[in-house]
């Protein structure tokens, strides 16, 4: 099946850290994401919030809007206040034509905390359990109805981090929830990237590709570091350039005709790991790991790469 190859552009800046690559202009990273390969660019926080501002921006690079991460409090709001909480970014990725919502919930969550462990994260009850996925699916019908699909994104310091509670979280809600696969965060978390896609192959609307430095995963590991400690110790990397097998974990998307985005997204200190150099890897092993898995992506590859 056709994909599209998509970037984030936390790898020139990072949101949860703004003084990584805080200094970059949106236009450096836009062009080199152009120049790396990649047909579309996630959201990040230098960019404009207004359909009006944003499309030409984008168009002068030659980039589509993928999609957008949106933290919710489903575990401490309504229904009614999460849809109105999240009225703005809807509005927005439906005027730029994006087919899924990169969305997690942030209760709670540590993942932005420097000075705390990952082991302080939160975690649901069982009684939880079922409430929160009777919420996220009334949420998930919401976006459907205005032609968004929601990504689940299970996140490392957030409560839905594990390969068990992917697996809970999806028994818990309807087929509205889809899932946004990360093998970087599954493979963090102790999980098995190829095993999950296997399991719910047909509901992955959306597909993170990172990749893990097992060295650095095993130290921060062995002494509870925080999420953004881990990132900028260089936990992650792009495809191609760690221990995550992609081929494995994307041919269960090829066997299930998947042909939505696939997004480069290794989270680094920019200053070590220099931007254009890294997309242009990240993107030229993605491409051959989704030729390999029976992915067909558009486009075709520059010499430049």
Same mark, same amino acid.
């Given at each position: 099946?056709?994909?599209?190859?998509?970037?984030?552009?936390?790898?020139?800046?990072?949101?949860?850290?703004?003084?990584?690559?805080?200094?970059?202009? $949106?236009?450096?990273?836009?062009?080199?994401?152009?120049?790396?390969?990649?047909?579309?660019?996630?959201?990040?926080?230098?960019?404009?919030?207004?359909?009006?501002?944003?499309?030409?921006?984008?168009?002068?690079?030659?980039?589509?809007?993928?999609?957008?991460?949106?933290?919710?409090?489903?575990?401490?709001?309504?229904?009614?206040?999460?849809?109105?909480?999240?009225?703005?970014? $809807?509005? $927005?990725?439906?005027?730029?034509?994006?087919? *899924?919502? *990169?969305?997690?919930?942030?209760?709670?969550?540590?993942?932005?905390?420097?000075?705390?462990?990952?082991?302080?994260?939160?975690?649901?009850?069982?009684?939880?359990?079922?409430?929160?996925?009777?919420?996220?699916?009334?949420?998930?019908?919401?976006?459907?109805?205005?032609? &968004?699909?929601?990504? %689940?994104?299970?996140?490392?310091?957030?409560?839905?981090?594990?390969?068990?509670? !992917?697996?809970?979280?999806?028994?818990?809600?309807?087929?509205? !929830?889809?899932?946004?696969?990360?093998?970087?965060?599954?493979? %963090? #978390?102790?999980?098995?990237?190829?095993? !999950?896609?296997?399991?719910?192959?047909?509901?992955?609307?959306?597909?993170?590709?990172?990749?893990?430095?097992?060295?650095?995963?095993?130290?921060?590991?062995?002494?509870?570091?925080? =999420?953004?400690?881990?990132?900028?110790?260089? *936990? =992650?990397?792009?495809?191609?350039?760690?221990? &995550?097998?992609? #081929?494995?974990?994307?041919?269960?998307?090829?066997?299930?005709?998947?042909?939505?985005?696939?997004? &480069?997204?290794?989270?680094?200190?920019? #200053?070590?790991?220099?931007?254009?150099? %890294?997309?242009?890897?990240? %993107?030229?092993?993605?491409?051959? =790991?989704?030729?390999? #898995?029976? $992915?067909?992506?558009?486009?075709?590859?520059?010499?430049?790469?």
């Amino acid at each position: 099946m056709t994909v599209r190859i998509g970037t984030n552009p936390i790898g020139w800046s990072n949101d949860d850290l703004p003084e990584l690559g805080g200094e970059t202009p $949106l236009e450096t990273c836009l062009a080199e994401a152009r120049e790396a390969g990649f047909a579309g660019i996630e959201l990040g926080n230098k960019f404009p919030r207004e359909a009006a501002a944003l499309t030409p921006v984008l168009d002068r690079f030659g980039l589509a809007l993928v999609s957008g991460w949106y933290g919710s409090a489903l575990r401490h709001r309504t229904v009614d206040e999460e849809i109105a909480a999240v009225e703005a970014h $809807l509005s $927005l990725l439906h005027a730029m034509g994006c087919g *899924v919502m *990169v969305f997690a919930e942030t209760s709670d969550a540590v993942h932005g905390r420097r000075d705390t462990p990952l082991s302080r994260r939160p975690v649901m009850t069982d009684s939880e359990w079922p409430v929160f996925g009777e919420r996220l699916t009334a949420i998930a019908e919401h976006l459907r109805s205005r032609g &968004v699909r929601m990504a %689940y994104h299970h996140h490392m310091g957030t409560v839905v981090e594990t390969e068990d509670e !992917v697996d809970r979280l999806m028994s818990v809600t309807g087929e509205a !929830v889809g899932l946004l696969l990360d093998t970087g965060h599954l493979t %963090y #978390a102790g999980g098995d990237p190829a095993a !999950v896609a296997r399991r719910h192959a047909g509901r992955i609307a959306h597909v993170h590709c990172k990749d893990v430095r097992a060295g650095i995963l095993r130290q921060v590991l062995s002494r509870d570091a925080s =999420f953004l400690d881990a990132v900028i110790e260089g *936990v =992650f990397t792009v495809p191609g350039d760690g221990s &995550v097998d992609f #081929a494995e974990a994307l041919r269960p998307l090829g066997a299930a005709g998947y042909n939505g985005w696939l997004v &480069v997204e290794a989270e680094q200190d920019p #200053a070590k790991a220099h931007p254009l150099t %890294y997309a242009r890897l990240g %993107y030229r092993n993605l491409r051959r =790991f989704a030729e390999e #898995a029976g $992915l067909s992506p558009e486009g075709e590859a520059l010499s430049a790469r």
